[in-house]
Each structure stands twice: as C-alpha cells, then as structure tokens.
C-alpha cells in the first residue's frame, strides 16, 4: 500500500525527531488525521511560532521570551550562586523542587569528543566570563549539575580545571551530591532526588 504524500511526508518529519521510531511517527500521523482541523491550525500555528517567539537568554544561555530570561532578571535570586547545567529542561526539573535560589547556565549539551562536541560547542567561555567579571555580584559559588555519566563527569572536569585557573579567591565550586543515578539524566530525577542531591553537593 502507497501512502498519500501528505501522510508520508509527515511520517518521515516525526521520524527525524529523537527517541520517535518509525511506528510511532505512523501512529502520530494517523491520529492528527483524525482530529478536528481546527485542532491541526493550532497545532501547526505552534510548531510555527516556537522559534519566532523564543529567544536564548544571553546572560545563561536559557529559552525564554524575554532577555534576560525571567530567573536572570530576578531581583530575588541570588546572583552569587550560578548553578551550570547541560539543557534548558534541566533548569525545569530543578525549579520544580523551589529548593533553589540562585542563578542558572546552560551549556548547550556536554563534552563528547565521539559527536564532534568540544568545549568550544558549548557556552564554556561565557560561564568563565561570568564568573572573572564579576561587577554587580560577586560569584561565590559554581554548582556543576552536569549529569552523571561519562560525558557530564568530562565536563564537569574540564569547568573545575578552567575555573581553578582564573585564581578566584573563595570561591567554591561543587558537584551535585549523591542520590543522582549514574548514567541517568537530570530532567528525568524526582524532586525529593534532585533536592538531596543539592543538600549533598561535594567541593570538587
């Protein structure tokens, strides 16, 4: 059986996104041909509008539809405590447990010499520049919230190198405790994880 274009069209679009295999792209396609079109305008009128009405952050690199992003325009937030993490989703989970009160970084992803990404991919730099200048508030602390597997321990190393460099007097730099599986992924932690994890967080 030949599909109609327009079926397979939107089959091979699902397809293209991560963790959707091809009888899920199937499934996808075949449910939004049943639904009211009103429903599919909507659906299509956001996919249109995510890029044109988010911005990145450019002070912690996080999506938003301001910059700065709401957390780095925060007079609440504690501007001393930067917390690095790999995606955007990560500041989500973390959020979700209110435990945390300062500021955040996203790199972008993690060091992974196997696809191509090194420090130079990633928004290294601006965390340093962060944390050297220093004007309004000055950095107390650094927390690496980088996940728990072999290319979030590289990164983390790879930061704590960089920023012992800068010779910064008192600042701490720490790694979130234990309580965080090894090998899992910070969006997918419980809250009760992710606040142990914080409470526990070691000088590295």
Do not use: W
């Not at 299509?44 to 780095?72: A, Y």
């Not at 196997?114 to 130079?120: C, E, K, S, V």
């Not at 965390?127 to 200048?133: C, G």
């Amino acid at each position: 059986m030949n599909l109609p274009k327009p079926i397979k069209n939107l089959i091979d679009s699902f397809e293209r996104l991560p963790g959707i295999g091809p009888k899920t792209a199937q499934r996808l396609a075949f449910y939004l041909l049943h639904v009211p079109q009103e429903m599919l305008d909507e659906f299509g009128d956001s996919l249109k509008n995510l890029k044109k009405d988010t911005v990145i952050c450019s002070i912690c690199f996080n999506v938003s539809e301001s910059d700065p992003c709401p957390i780095c325009a925060s007079q609440n937030r504690d501007h001393s405590v930067i917390c690095v993490v790999e995606q955007a989703l990560d500041i989500l989970a973390l959020e979700k447990t209110g435990r945390f009160k300062g500021v955040y970084h996203v790199l972008g992803g993690a060091i992974s010499p196997l696809n191509n990404i090194g420090p130079d991919e990633l928004s290294i730099r601006q965390l340093l520049d962060r944390v050297r200048e220093q004007e309004s508030e000055r950095v107390k602390e650094v927390i690496l919230a980088t996940n728990p597997n072999m290319e979030g321990e590289a990164t983390a190393m790879y930061i704590t190198n960089e920023i012992k460099k800068l010779e910064i007097n008192e600042l701490r730099i720490t790694r979130l405790g234990q309580g965080l599986p090894t090998g899992g992924d910070l969006e997918y932690a419980d809250e009760v994880t992710l606040q142990r994890a914080f409470e526990g967080r070691r000088e590295c």
